[in-house]
């Protein structure tokens, strides 16, 4: 079904560049598409790194590498990719107004046919996109980095068709990746709704001194570690109790932090100090002096490393 694509990633930033190196891994021809020639630079590093990585690890062999880089190209014009797409991933900066000019000029760029997805995490493409045969619009949100990670959220809109929805399933499965379908636009989609009550819950009691990050993290890495790779909460559940969950729900629904307040405590407590994490040098942890690529690099292999231990299961 997929022979012959051509597949165009616009955005060469964090997402684009790894998401390019799946299409090409799996033998699609690929454009990578960013107006800016280091930015462009950049990401051909980093998938000559990333490809590097998965050779150490024999996830790849060197051959698999070096025709999976052949099949990408770098572009800073959009009109002579556009035109050749069968499959576009739309990854630029969140904000409403430049992917709505950068739709309207793909409208006109692109095949009738042509599927085009967004890999925005929060808005709501859909009303933000107008664009001709709308049949064809689907968000797609992959997860960083995407090389590495799986899951791929698929959210449908109003008008997209189903057959693009199968169409865009069938794709990733092909890619390696699990799509996960919301059937409707939800701020939020499935895993940043989730993340964000985690998120809230945390920041709540450290707030109050009941407990610490640390700590915190500490209980989720050693109870919902072992398990999520094999099972997700509410299957879960099952071997819990539906009972014994009804009766707990009771009694700490109550209990947990409702606030609709839009600053987490942690958060907002680290940003006014500057501390952003990773890309700042501090966040919870200290990272000043160490190489942040090397610190990304490491997560990567350790994430490629459980995937690998979860196939054994």
Not at 97 to 115: F, H, N, Q, V
Not at 128 to 145: E, G, T, V, Y
Request: with cysteine.
């Amino acid at each position: 079904m997929y022979q012959g694509w051509e597949m165009v990633v616009i955005g060469a930033g964090t997402m684009g560049h790894s998401i390019a190196q799946v299409f090409a891994v799996n033998g699609f021809k690929t454009t990578l598409v960013d107006v800016e020639t280091e930015q462009l630079k950049w990401a051909r590093k980093m998938i000559a790194n990333n490809m590097h990585t998965l050779m150490n690890l024999g996830e790849i062999s060197s051959q698999e590498a070096d025709n999976a880089q052949k099949l990408i190209t770098y572009e800073k014009d959009l009109k002579n990719a556009a035109f050749r797409a069968n499959f576009i991933v739309e990854t630029i900066v969140e904000n409403a107004d430049t992917k709505r000019e950068l739709y309207a000029s793909l409208d006109k760029l692109c095949s009738p046919g042509c599927i085009i997805t967004s890999n925005t995490s929060a808005l709501n493409i859909f009303d933000i996109a107008k664009i001709s045969n709308p049949q064809r619009l689907i968000i797609a949100h992959w997860f960083n980095p995407p090389h590495v990670m799986p899951l791929v959220e698929v959210v449908v809109g109003p008008e997209t068709s189903v057959q693009t929805v199968d169409t865009v399933k069938h794709l990733l499965i092909k890619l390696g990746k699990t799509p996960a379908i919301i059937k409707q636009y939800v701020p939020g989609f499935i895993i940043n709704r989730m993340s964000v009550a985690i998120a809230r819950e945390a920041g709540y009691m450290v707030s109050k001194g009941w407990t610490t990050p640390e700590d915190i993290d500490a209980a989720i890495v050693s109870t919902f570690g072992p398990r999520y790779p094999f099972e997700g909460p509410l299957e879960l559940f099952d071997h819990v109790g539906w009972d014994v969950v009804q009766a707990v729900t009771a009694f700490l629904s109550p209990q947990l932090c409702n606030s609709t307040d839009a600053n987490n405590p942690i958060a907002a407590n680290l940003v006014a100090q500057g501390r952003l994490g990773v890309k700042s040098g501090k966040g919870l942890k200290d990272y000043t002096n160490l190489d942040i690529e090397q610190i990304q690099n490491e997560r990567n292999i350790k994430i490629i490393k459980m995937l690998k231990a979860i196939k054994e299961i």
